[in-house]
């Protein structure tokens, strides 16, 4: 994970809500934040264009984006 990221996600708490942009080409890092803000009890929101993205369950609301 990138450590500019890493670093941030430690000053997260379960008072935060992470929204993440999740399009294929950027989809690893973020998939890493997302899981590391869910172990932390934060609230998680995706916009993603693919709604079978690798998140599974990793998400509490997922916001599916049409860009065709």
Not at 1 to 14: E, G, P
Request: a negative charge.
């Amino acid at each position: 994970i990138n450590c500019n990221l890493f670093d941030q996600s430690l000053a997260i708490t379960k008072k935060d809500i992470l929204v993440s942009f999740a399009f294929a080409r950027y989809t690893n890092e973020t998939v890493k934040l997302i899981k590391i803000a869910q172990n932390k009890g934060v609230k998680t929101v995706v916009f993603t264009d693919d709604i079978l993205t690798q998140f599974s369950e990793d998400y509490d609301y997922l916001v599916p984006d049409n860009i065709n």
